[in-house]
């Protein structure tokens, strides 16, 4: 019935969760200014911690020559107690 100021279509599942579990327990008003408020508070990650990682690792190894990564690269998944690495595709 309400229209919501803030644009929920570039907000991801659980954010959505919380905008609208703020809007229910204290009102649209005041649960949209505190949900902006939480977003700007929360820091956007520049990347993955497990990919810089994994790069951090293999740079080496390719710039001595002894690691060679072709056009489109390879795909690093878990698997049973391993690390399956296999080319992308």
């Given amino acids: 019935m309400s229209s919501h100021s803030i644009d929920q279509s570039g907000l991801t599942k659980g ?3 919380k ?3 703020l ?3 204290v009102g649209h008003e005041i649960g ?3 949900f ?3 977003m700007s508070s929360q820091t956007a990650e520049d990347g993955d911690s497990s990919a810089e990682l994994i790069a951090d690792t293999l740079w080496p190894l390719v710039q001595d020559g002894s690691l060679r990564i072709p056009r489109g690269g390879y795909r690093v998944r878990r698997g049973r107690g391993r690390i ?3 080319p992308a595709g």
């Fill in 19 to 21: 905008l609208n579990a």
């Fill in 32 to 34: 949209e200014r505190a």
């Fill in 36 to 38: 902006v408020e939480w």
């Fill in 84 to 86: 399956i690495v296999e």
């Fill in 15 to 17: 954010q959505l969760r």
């Fill in 23 to 25: 809007c229910k327990s």
